[in-house]
């Protein structure tokens, strides 16, 4: 079993939709659940991050985390055609005192928003 | 406020071959970590240097090496190159302090191994 399991998709929706993209993992040590964007060819761009359980809202974008059943959601409202990109979830122990901080990613879903 | 910069954007390689790729932080990071994406698979974690000293590494063996200067900036060094190991390699960056959730990436070396 991966340690963090992602739909690949691909997913499809009209523009306007709400978008709910999810993860489950299976390591209880993670702490930090962190949401990429990454468009075709570039580098993924920090979203943004939530440590331990509950809701963060930014803009159109709501993350959600559930600790008890290791579930993760990123919820996109009004969703765009320039939405349309590969979300990746990602986490982290962040251990303190063990300085390193290493990302555990899943695959991707590929979301795209048709006009 | 340039990002995090990563060069060359496209290398083609052949088996057996050694390859270096660079890396330059973010202004004010003092990580770097290195990342390998296969296609349609999520980033692999392969190591992260801080205070010029490899202090993590993932599953990778040790054809995988890397440098980090004084200047923060990093090198991830290839040796004896597989076809497997063509993949976009990412560099990200960060604050020891906040590394566990702020990583920043940059744009990729996409390495191809004919």
């Known amino acids: 079993q991966k340690e963090v399991e992602q739909d690949p998709g691909p997913l499809s929706v009209p523009e306007g939709a709400i978008v709910s993209l999810n993860c489950t993992y299976s390591n209880s040590a993670f702490q930090y659940f962190m949401w990429y964007r990454q468009y075709s060819r570039k580098g993924p761009e920090l979203l943004m991050y939530?440590?331990?359980?509950g809701n963060k809202e930014d803009g159109r974008f709501t993350a959600q985390v559930d600790k008890s059943s290791k579930y993760i959601s990123l919820f996109i409202r009004d969703s765009q055609p320039s939405d349309s990109a590969t979300y990746l979830c990602?986490?982290?122990?962040?251990?303190?005192?063990?300085?390193?901080?290493?990302?555990?990613f899943g695959k991707g879903t590929k979301l795209s928003v048709i006009p | 406020d340039a990002g995090v910069t990563q060069s060359p954007t496209h290398l083609i390689k052949t088996r057996g071959q050694q390859v270096t790729l660079r890396c330059s932080p973010k202004?004010?990071?003092?990580?770097v970590s290195w990342y390998q994406q296969a296609l349609g698979q999520g980033p692999q974690f392969i190591f992260q240097y801080y205070e010029e000293e490899e202090r993590q590494r993932g599953n990778f063996p040790d054809r995988f090496s890397g440098h980090q200067f004084p200047n923060y900036s990093s090198e991830l060094n290839v040796n004896a190159l597989l076809l497997g190991d063509s993949a976009l390699y990412l560099c990200?960056?960060?604050?020891?302090?906040?590394?566990?959730?702020?990583?920043?990436f940059g744009p990729g070396t996409r390495l191809t191994v004919t």
């Open positions: 939530t440590y331990s359980s």
């Open positions: 990602a986490m982290s122990h962040g251990l303190s005192g063990a300085g390193s901080y290493q990302l555990t």
């Open positions: 202004s004010g990071h003092d990580t």
């Open positions: 990200a960056s960060s604050l020891d302090s906040r590394g566990a959730y702020e990583q920043y």
